[in-house]
């Protein structure tokens, strides 16, 4: 039962780091000189993508509990 919902929760996670990649914010676009707002998305893009990667490395831990 808790597998299942951990399952559930990494698919989860999954299709919300698919739709953040193809909103199309690219942070290389600030790097070109953009505007101010750009460098700003920007840095909230890798933020959030940072603690993404923190969040899913806390579930492959969880995971690797059950074991």
Same mark, same amino acid.
């Given at each position: ?11 989860? *996670? /999954?299709? &919300?780091?698919?739709?953040? /990649? &193809?909103? @199309?914010?690219?942070?290389?676009i =600030? =790097?070109?000189? @953009? ?5 700003? *998305? ?8 940072? /603690?993404?990667?923190?969040?899913? @490395? =806390?579930?492959?831990?969880?995971? /690797?509990?059950?074991?």
């Open positions: 039962m808790a597998q299942e919902r951990i399952i559930m929760a990494i698919g989860r *996670i /999954e299709r &919300t780091l698919a739709r953040l /990649e &193809t909103a @199309g914010v690219r942070p290389d =600030a =790097a070109q000189g @953009g505007s101010d707002g750009d460098a700003d *998305i920007a840095r909230r893009h890798a933020a959030l993508k940072a /603690e993404a990667v923190r969040a899913v @490395g =806390a579930i492959d831990d969880l995971l /690797e509990g059950l074991d």
